[in-house]
């Protein structure tokens, strides 16, 4: 059974550093494309970042994150991360660690939020920036 746990998370204020994690269990980690997404109140779920399952493990980012954000995998642990700093408040919302068999979902170097009907979800972690 396909399981992810996130952890991590919290309150930070604007310009800090938050840090979540997703222990994955129940599947061949290695070889699934790994991701995070987000919610705010209101508003669609929207990926955050993903990265690759094998080779060089490349990460996507949307634009908004891009050089605040990194993404890392640890096939070993079957655990990802996702360092955040120069935290904002718009990057408030729930979090969710995202897993897909196969390549990731990307087009034109960007990460997308659809194409991931087959993905299986955690339960989420709560991010809040306050300015």
């Known amino acids: 059974q396909e399981k992810l746990v996130e952890s991590g998370g919290g309150s930070a204020q604007a310009g800090g550093s938050l840090s979540l994690s997703c222990a994955a269990s129940g599947f061949r980690y290695e070889v699934y494309c790994m991701g995070w997404f987000r919610q705010a109140p209101a508003k669609a779920r929207e990926v955050v970042a993903v990265?690759?399952?094998?080779?060089?493990?490349?990460?996507y980012y949307i634009d908004s994150v891009q050089g605040r954000f990194l993404l890392s995998r640890d096939n070993a642990q079957h655990t990802l991360y996702l360092q955040m700093k120069d935290l904002k408040p718009e990057d408030s919302g729930d979090y969710y660690c995202?897993?897909?068999?196969?390549?990731?979902?990307?087009?034109?170097?960007?990460?997308?939020?659809?194409?991931?009907?087959?993905?299986?979800w955690g339960q989420g972690t709560q991010v809040t920036v306050s300015s």
């Open positions: 995202a897993a897909q068999r196969g390549a990731c979902p990307v087009e034109n170097g960007k990460p997308l939020s659809t194409h991931w009907s087959s993905g299986t």
């Open positions: 990265i690759s399952p094998y080779g060089n493990m490349k990460a």
